[in-house]
């Protein structure tokens, strides 16, 4: 049983490191926030496959800082991470916005004090409480 565990992850590390993608509108909604004077974090605990990716996808230029997990914080909807991040960067909860297209991202923002803004494109989590709701990246557009 582990040594399956250890291959799959092994299988879908390689896989997110070659084939993954951006999201779509990725490039489109950070450039629109940076020339507005906002700044974007990435927060996953995928680790060194995220900077990657990024790097890869030449959208590098668009984050001010990340949190990979690599301080072994507990996993989200924990806010440990977050609330590091947020005092790294001289964040207040009250003026940042947890962007995430799963329910544990929602959740970790909110034990952080952050409003959320779920997109969630199939409709899984319709009885989720959050802030906002999007289809696609491209809507932050309009609650900014």
Known sequence: KEEAK?????????????DALPISGAEEILSFIQAS?????????????????VNRWKLDGFFTD????????????????????????????????????R???ILAGKNAG???MLMDVEGYYS????????????DIK???
């Open 6 to 18: 250890i291959l799959f992850r092994t299988i879908s590390n390689e896989l997110l490191s070659t």
């Open 37 to 53: 004077g906002g700044k974007s974090y990435i927060y996953s605990h995928s680790g060194d496959i995220v900077i990657s990716n």
């Open 66 to 101: 990340y949190q990979l997990g690599e301080k072994k914080f507990p996993r989200k909807p924990a806010p440990d991470a977050l609330l590091d991040l947020m005092n790294r960067n001289g964040l207040k909860a009250e003026e940042c916005i947890m962007v995430g297209d």
């Open 103 to 105: 329910d544990l991202d």
């Open 114 to 116: 952050i409003a959320g």
């Open 127 to 138: 009885d989720l409480s959050v802030e906002y709701r999007i289809k696609e990246l491209r």
């Open 142 to 144: 309009d609650f900014l």
